[in-house]
């Protein structure tokens, strides 16, 4: 019976992450010697197929609905349900925004199979037609790998995991589903963006990051301008942006996961949840008063002092250095 | 207002060594009730204080479970049920959904599902959305606030971009963050007190449920596990004058090449 399923299919409602699941799942078919297919969700989504070509899309899955305004969980894994019940792909990968996280596993509970949680690697067997995918558990302290006896493999796979390939010239085929999608239930009430910061800050080579020890938000400005000598970004840790509002989103397990060449944590504490989102860092630096703060146990060089003295002078010194 | 808590008698990840092989070692490392679980009750005593009602948290996990239950009670909950596992943990999401379905529709009728965003020591965050699929409910993850009127639930989400407010009907279930709330230390006397609230304890086969029928939901498969062996320096300078430490830092950063000079 799980002959029948064949083809890496991809979903996300983030553009950008859809490109790269695509673009692995591309890597993906080719040792498989099979198709990749993408799905579009929404009211009028059709007319964004073609680009899903160019990054490794053999196939475009659309299913338009009003049901489908404002992507709501129960709509959506009614029409996903429907389009793979359809396709029957082996893998379907789906990007781990926090909407693609919450579908996945309600979509994965309709068809009855499994799904592996923000996966950060994928590696298939092409002999036992197999999909292996590596997550991190246990706060960050252990990498497990898995695989699902179910059809399809399900998957999620964070923003940047992957990277995106563009290939001119290619062309998929439009396939349009329709779908019975009952009206959900929930309906939005109110969307409030975020003000979003510059550049992501997966993307900066070096990061600042301020925890708890920052007592007002003026003081990241003191951190802004550590970072603007490095040429690097600022971030935060989860009680500063989800308690305190003074940043969108944070840096840990449940947030950013990033890996830049230089980290500098600023009044952290270094609770296992956010050294989970920065274990991948070449160096680590921590300042904290605290002698027995545990950053220090995860920091390569750590320098036990009042932060409000350490960051003026440390930014004076490397000023000097790099000549900024 | 009838809520149900769902809560997972977690490892406590803080404790879990891994061996100088990078295997981690699971055996005898304590469980406690997974931190964002406990945010769940609060706010479900939150709304019971508001507006009365009642509030039974269902559990699947070992024996031992009945330790964390008994702190949920103490926090305010009316009545624990307890699922044991006889698997050891070594199932997935699906069958843990699988059992504590199956406890809820015995339980009987709910307007509302409070449980963690995740649990602590897997965060999948898939036994929420999964649950709600499975009883055909809505869903409202990640909820940093929650407003019951009436037959309607009203929450606000934290995704990465925005903040979301939707609205659904009950029975619904709700995902919360850490954010939405302070868990209360419950007193010595709701300790006490807690000692005398009920525990139901079911076996899988009083759900109409078994071993092998939950193995056979379970499809997820863990082939390996390794432990990060991200060794750090640890060069902790202190005891000296600011600038001094500073200067320090300085030439350990250039040393390493972590400044591009």
């Given amino acids: ?26 890597e993906l078919a080719d040792q498989l010697q099979t198709e990749v297919s993408a799905v579009l969700l929404g ?42 019940s359809q396709a029957k792909p082996e893998v379907f990968l789906v990007g781990a925004t926090k909407r693609g996280k919450e579908l996945a596993p309600r979509v994965a509970e309709k068809l009855g199979t499994g799904c592996v949680a923000e996966c950060v690697a994928l590696e298939v067997d092409a002999g036992r037609r197999e999909l292996k995918m590596k997550r991190v558990v246990f706060g960050g302290k252990v990498s497990s790998t898995h695989i699902i006896a179910g059809k399809p493999a399900i998957a999620t796979i964070p923003p940047r995991i992957f990277e995106k390939k563009k290939a001119d010239g290619r062309t ?5 589903v329709e779908a019975e999608i009952s009206p959900p239930k929930a309906e939005i009430v109110e969307v409030k963006p975020k003000e979003m910061a510059g550049i992501r800050i997966e993307e900066a080579p070096i990061v600042i990051c301020g925890g708890r020890g920052l007592k007002q938000q003026e003081d990241f400005k003191m951190l802004e301008e550590l970072a ?3 040429g690097g970004q600022v971030g935060c840790t989860r009680p500063i942006a989800a308690d305190r509002g003074w940043f969108p989103e944070w840096v840990g397990l449940s947030g950013k996961k990033i890996q830049p060449s230089l980290y500098i944590a600023v009044g952290v504490s270094g609770a296992i949840q956010h050294v989970a989102g920065i ?46 | 207002m009838e809520i149900i808590v769902c809560a997972k008698y977690a490892l406590d990840v803080a404790e879990i060594k891994i061996d100088p092989s990078g295997k981690p070692l699971l055996d005898g490392v304590p469980r406690r009730v997974s931190d964002i679980d406990k945010n769940a009750m609060e706010a479900a005593v939150n709304i019971k204080e508001k507006q009365g009602g009642t509030i ?12 964390g239950l008994k702190e949920l009670l103490a926090m305010g909950a009316d009545e624990a049920y307890l699922v044991e596992d006889p698997s050891g943990g070594m199932l997935d999401t699906a069958a843990t959904v699988e059992a504590l379905a199956a406890a809820i529709q015995k339980i009987g009728s709910f307007d509302l599902i409070l449980c963690g965003e995740a649990t602590t020591d897997g965060y999948t965050g898939q036994v929420g959305p999964r649950l709600a699929g499975k009883l055909g409910i809505p869903q409202i993850t990640y909820a940093r606030n929650l ?8 929450a606000e989400r934290d995704l990465e971009d925005a903040y979301e407010t939707v609205k659904a009907p ?52 863990t082939v390996d596990l390794q432990g990060f062996a991200v060794e750090r320096k640890r060069v902790v300078i202190k005891d000296k004058p600011v600038e001094e430490a500073v200067q320090e830092l300085v030439s350990y950063l250039m040393k390493e090449k972590a400044l591009g000079v």
């Fill in chain 2, 56 to 67: 039974k948290v269902v559990c699947f996990g070992p024996a031992s479970a009945k330790e």
């Fill in chain 1, 228 to 230: 603007e000598v490095l």
């Fill in chain 1, 172 to 176: 998929a085929e439009a396939v349009k």
């Fill in chain 2, 170 to 221: 009950t029975p619904v279930l709700v995902s919360v963050t850490r954010e939405i709330n302070v868990p209360r230390i419950p007193s010595l006397m709701a300790i006490l007190k807690a000692s005398k609230k009920p525990m139901t304890i079911w076996k899988l086969e009083d759900l109409g449920l078994s071993k092998e029928k939950l193995e056979q939901v379970s499809t997820l498969q």
């Fill in chain 1, 1 to 26: 019976m799980a002959e029948e399923y064949k083809g890496i299919m991809a979903y996300s409602e983030d553009r950008d992450t859809l490109f790269e699941l695509l673009s692995k799942g591309r």
């Fill in chain 1, 43 to 84: 009211e009028k989504v059709e007319a964004e197929a073609g680009e899903l070509a160019s990054y490794g899309a053999d196939k475009v899955y659309v299913v338009e609905s009003p049901q489908l305004k404002g992507l709501l969980a129960e709509a959506c894994a009614e029409a996903l349900h429907a389009v793979i």
């Fill in chain 1, 279 to 324: 274990r991948s860092s070449k160096i680590v630096v921590s300042v904290n008063k605290d002698a027995d703060a545990p950053i220090f146990a995860d920091s390569d060089y750590g320098i036990v002092e009042d932060l409000y003295k350490v960051v003026p002078a440390l930014t004076e010194a490397l000023r000097k250095i790099l000549k900024k």
């Fill in chain 2, 147 to 154: 407003n019951v009127e009436g037959n309607s639930v009203t």
